[in-house]
């Protein structure tokens, strides 16, 4: 039975634990992104990329939105990757039917399950969620699909009903359920405790859906691991529904470094897939976005700087390669005289103090007045020294 991974909120003893696992939900919750609408073609890129960095399972669309959605799931599950493809379906049998008319093996079939949703939302009660999810798992079994069942709007629902109706699900046949705080209200410590309750409960596979609202999805995503869930849910950029969800890079770094959980993908591929998903989406990738922003790993500031040259864990989480990224010596407003003495060596120049102080002066003018890091021609012509070549330090991009 999985249990808790940390016995007591105190600090982590860490147990050794099977790699925790990953459904990508760029291709469904992500394109819900508002304005976001990915062609056959980039969905089938992400597809194969997600794969390629060995995700477990890609939730690739939803059957219910019609003939196109359909070829592209079709299309997805020809490439036959590893990863295994989920469709994402209401509680309905036309989305179960729809399921099936593209060749889905996996289905993954959603109730509401606050009060809130239910009647607010359906007009509808617990007695009829029940029924509703079980007349649809027996339906999917019966013809042959594997699934598993989502509960919309968890974190707001009474958790004496989720585990009631769980236990029930298992009992039906659900492997894996999916706890969603589809409105992102959870906080990290309500989740180890209400979660860990959970798995107690009711054994088995759980995966966290969470969304970022209050800025919370990885935090929470984590507690959820903590708590005893096994499969974790996120999109890459953390692209999604309002603020979006846990996003896929940093669930997985903070999984492997903060709590030393395994994490079995290809996590040099995340700057280039990131990439792929901000175009694809048309969004700009935040230059200082956790983990694949492309300054995280640039260093400005004097005593960084003097820091990084010496070990660069003193002011790096991780090794940038790690994710495919590079270290970067920026040179701005706030560098000091290492750095300068780093670049002047670029150039096989030594230099004392009492040159390096004026250079340091005229960098920090410099950079003032154009509002942004100095390039290495900026630093050339601070020389005076046009002839040399370009030093290898350079300014974040602006
Ligand atoms: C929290 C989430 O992210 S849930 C996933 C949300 N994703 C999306 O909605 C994106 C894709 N959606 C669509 O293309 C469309 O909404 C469709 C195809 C699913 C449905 O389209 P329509 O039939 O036009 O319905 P519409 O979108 O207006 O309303 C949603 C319907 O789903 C029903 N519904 C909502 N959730 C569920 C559920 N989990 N199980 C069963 N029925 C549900 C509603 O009652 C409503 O049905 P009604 O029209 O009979 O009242
Ligand atoms: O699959 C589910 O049940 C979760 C649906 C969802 O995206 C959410 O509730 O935020």
């Known amino acids: 039975m999985p ?11 860490v147990e050794p634990a099977a790699p925790v696992r990953f459904c990508d939900t760029t291709l469904r919750d992500g394109e819900q992104a508002p304005g976001v609408a990915f062609t056959a073609a980039e969905k089938l890129a992400i597809a194969a990329a997600l794969d390629a960095i060995g995700v477990h399972q890609i939730e690739a669309g939803i059957p219910a939105m019609g003939p196109a959605e359909r070829d592209v799931l079709r299309e997805i599950l020809a490439t036959q990757p590893q990863a295994g493809v989920v469709a994402w379906c209401r509680a309905d ?3 179960i039917d729809a399921a099936v008319s593209c060749g889905i093996v996996t289905a993954h079939l959603t109730i509401p399950v606050s009060d809130l949703h239910l009647k607010s939302k359906l007009g509808r009660d617990r007695g009829w969620a029940r029924r509703r999810i079980r007349d649809c798992v027996f339906d999917a079994a019966d013809r042959g699909l594997r699934f598993s069942v989502g509960l919309e709007d968890a974190s707001r629902a009474d958790d004496n009903f989720v585990i009631e109706l769980a236990g029930e699900l298992r009992e039906w046949g659900a492997t894996r359920i999916r706890w969603a705080d589809t409105v992102g209200l959870l906080d990290p410590v309500s989740a180890y405790t209400r979660l860990g309750r959970l798995v107690q409960a009711v054994p088995g596979e759980w995966e966290i859906h969470a969304h970022d609202d209050f800025g919370l999805a990885t935090a929470n995503t984590l507690a959820a691991v903590q708590a005893g869930f ?12 309002r603020a979006g969800n846990a996003p896929l890079e940093e669930v997985a770094m903070a999984l492997r470094h903060l709590l030393k959980v395994p994490v079995d993908l290809d996590t040099t591929s995340f ?9 694809a989406a048309c969004r700009p990738l935040p230059v200082g976005k956790a983990v694949v922003g492309e300054s995280v790993f640039a260093h400005e500031s004097g005593i960084h700087v003097h820091g990084v040259l010496r070990h660069p ?10 994710v495919g990224g590079q270290r ?5 407003k706030h560098s000091g005289r290492a750095s300068v003495r780093y670049a002047l060596a670029q150039y096989g120049i030594t230099a004392d103090d009492s040159e390096i102080e004026p250079l340091l002066e005229r960098v920090r003018t410099t950079a003032t007045q154009t509002k942004r890091g100095l390039h290495g021609r900026d630093f ?19």
Do not use: N
């Not at 096994?230 to 529904?241: A, D, F, I, Q, R």
């Open 3 to 13: 249990g808790p991974r940390f016995p007591s909120s105190s600090a982590p003893t």
């Open 271 to 279: 700057r280039r897939l990131a990439r792929m998903v901000a175009r």
């Open 230 to 241: 096994t499969w974790v849910s996120t999109t890459v950029l953390g692209l999604g529904e």
């Open 328 to 332: 970067r010596l920026a040179f701005g």
């Open 380 to 398: 050339q012509e601070l020389l005076g020294r046009a002839e040399v070549p370009a030093p290898r330090v350079e300014a974040p991009p602006s």
């Open 93 to 95: 049998r036309r989305d």
């Open 313 to 322: 864990s003193t002011y790096e989480p991780f090794d940038p390669a790690e």
